[in-house]
């Protein structure tokens, strides 16, 4: 049934692309179908773990799936941002330079991120893997840049080529691709164990943006187009985070590590995972606060944010995995909503410059609202539901005594006030410029994203429990202890969260507060542009808006600290040089450089031959 599915769908993506030619925005209607079908379909294989599903063979080899707990949880995250961000491509899809290609490449690209997570074997998991890695890559430069398409290219086949050496290693090794079976026999090659850990981890931090690979998320997700950067974060960037679960949890690399130097109580091989995603931490949140543009803040906040993923998923405790695989959900839902605001924006306005922006609360106060769930819930802050992701991940590294990890993730928990609250102040906040007085909120189509992503953030911040039971059972299946629950309430080694409690409390202030604000007498209303300089004209209101260089005596702190943009940039430099030599030495128009050559070649032939 499954691989019927996935058949069936590859021809709807193909027809779309048909239908397209003809109408553009009916293809663009049909993502909305699709998606959405493909979402309700999915959700019926909830409970089906095990089951094998064929899709073809050819010779020895098979292209087959498998269903599992871990691989329905990600999947369905996948889907549902796909089917939501697709209520938006029917209002942008008429800017694209190939609108056909965008809504096929859209649809392939979610199966194809869903036919890599049922993987039965390695070697369907790297051709779905690609697959969604070179349709994403083609509708990448339908948005602002090529450029970005290239880094993204990159920084992709440092992970394709790793995965793809590690998977003929296995199976020169083992005789298999079947990812269980490997898993049972992978402890018989102890000598490649390091080797293996290194190249499959690899492909899942290149494509969760760890550091020093996440040069890529700001150039993708700040070029993309408005409606797949939402796609590149919230989902996209996901597949690394399944590689990294797949690595550190299913295949039995902890156990071929038990006898190797531990850091912390972790072999050093894990410990530098963790390292590196802590490091991604800090990193992401610096540079996020340092942006104007709000997309490529975004895609800092990603990089940040993946660290705690992947850092949650390492630990591999009960708390500490299960803090992780939740950061996978609450990410994806903060993340696309916070994308799928700045889009609204974008259309409205023209712009995700933030020094361009401003007061536009009171014309988009729906898009505004979803914004401000959407980075309450990054920042860590209850009642919504980043709050306990990221609340079990510090508890496990408490209870593991990892300070150095845990002083970085408070860092970064606290550095997103900072980038988060950017946006908010300078594009919703503050004073509306003159030329965005007659903006209107985005169509109701447009808002449906934003609706779905906020109630879920709401909902599963009071009742992380639903989905915390469900990773419960993701973590029996690993061989990880269950995490326990009982109701609302969370329990760990170190404490109880009661998240029902906080929320009445929450909500019980914020009545109190709405009392006190209603009771007392109201100030005057005024115009934005009310002139309060003593009767004196303002010839340039957007001055008043303070948006520029909102950070700037922060940044200065650490302006002048090493870059890895810069050092990838002198470094593409250099070989930009080398190649302008090369080019002008022998391949060069100028006959005397031919006849030069010529002379060279002759002569070392001569010398050889002498030799010889």
């Known amino acids: 049934m499954f691989a019927q599915l996935m058949i069936y769908f590859m021809l709807f993506a193909v027809g779309t ?19 959405v079908a493909f979402l309700i379909y999915l959700y ?29 949880y990600f999947s369905m995250i996948m889907v549902l941002i796909y089917s939501m961000i697709s209520f938006m491509n029917p209002f942008f899809i008429e800017k694209y330079s190939n609108p056909s290609a965008y809504n096929a490449f859209y649809l392939v690209s979610m199966a194809a991120s869903v036919g ?64 269980q079976e490997v898993g049972a026999q992978l402890v018989n090659i102890p000598q490649y164990g390091v080797l293996l850990f290194f190249l499959i981890i690899l492909s899942g931090i290149t494509k969760l943006g ?15 187009p408005n409606t797949f950067s939402p796609i590149l974060s919230g989902a996209l960037v996901k597949i690394g985070g399944f590689i990294s679960m797949i690595t550190v949890a ?10 190797h130097v531990k850091i912390m109580g972790y072999p050093f091989e894990t410990y530098i995972i963790m390292i590196l995603a802590s490091i991604s931490i800090v990193v992401g949140t610096l540079m996020a606060i340092k942006q104007d543009d709000a997309k490529k803040l975004i895609a800092y906040s990603t990089v940040s944010n993946s660290g705690y993923i992947l850092l949650g998923i390492s630990i591999a405790s009960t708390t500490g995995f299960a803090g992780g695989m939740m950061h996978v959900l609450n990410h994806a839902l903060a993340s696309a909503a916070m994308f799928a605001t700045i889009g609204a924006v974008y259309y409205r306005t023209g712009t995700t410059k933030m020094s361009e922006l401003g007061g536009l609360i009171k014309r988009m106060p729906i898009t505004f609202t979803a ?20 609340w079990l991940i510090f508890q496990a590294l ?46 109701f189509l447009m808002q449906i994203p934003m609706w779905i992503f906020s109630g879920l953030t709401i909902f599963y911040g009071i009742f992380p429990g639903k989905v915390l039971e469900y990773i419960g059972i993701i973590e029996e299946k690993v061989g990880i202890q269950k995490i326990h629950l009982e109701g609302t309430k969370i329990f760990t080694r170190t404490g109880m969260w009661d998240s029902a409690v906080i929320f009445w409390v929450f909500t019980f202030g914020f009545i109190i507060a709405a009392i006190i604000y209603f009771m007392h007498k109201k100030s005057k209303k005024v115009g934005l542009m009310d002139t309060y300089t003593s009767a004196e004209f303002i010839y340039d209101p957007e001055r008043y808006h303070y948006a520029k260089d909102y950070y700037a005596p922060f940044e200065r702190l650490y302006n002048t600290t090493l870059s890895v943009e810069k050092f990838f ?19 060069n128009d100028n006959p005397v450089f031919t006849v030069f050559w010529v002379i060279v070649f002759i002569t070392v032939i001569t010398i050889w031959g002498g030799i010889l």
């Open 17 to 35: 692309f048909f239908v397209s030619k003809i109408n553009k925005k009916a293809g663009s209607y049909l993502t909305i179908i699709g998606s």
């Open 44 to 72: 019926g294989f909830k409970d089906n773990a095990g089951e094998v599903y064929n899709l073809f063979s050819f010779g020895n080899f098979d292209i087959s799936f498998v269903t599992s707990s871990y691989a329905w």
């Open 116 to 179: 890599m997570f049922y993987s039965k074997d390695f070697l369907t998991l790297f051709a779905f893997y690609e697959v969604a890695v070179w349709t994403s890559l083609f509708i990448i430069p339908m948005g602002k840049s090529r450029k970005a398409s290239v880094i993204y290219y990159t920084m992709s086949s440092i992970g394709s080529l790793s995965l793809l050496y590690s998977i003929f290693l296995m199976y020169t090794k083992l005789g298999t691709f079947d990812i």
């Open 210 to 224: 760890i550091f020093p690979f996440y040069t890529w998320l700001p150039a993708a997700h700040g070029s993309a």
């Open 250 to 259: 299913v295949l039995p690399f902890s156990k071929m590590f038990e006898n």
């Open 371 to 390: 914004y401000l769930i959407a980075i309450i819930s990054l920042a860590g802050i209850p009642p919504m539901s980043g709050f306990a992701s990221k």
């Open 398 to 443: 408490v209870s593991k005594g990892m300070m150095f990890t845990a002083i970085a993730a408070f860092f970064g928990s606290v550095g997103s006030f900072l980038y988060v609250f950017r946006p908010l102040s300078t594009v919703f906040l503050g004073q509306l410029s003159p030329k965005h007085n007659e903006l209107k909120e985005v169509p």
């Open 569 to 587: 940039n002198s470094c593409v430099q250099k070989l930009s040089e080398f190649g302008g030599l090369l080019r002008t030495w022998f391949f």
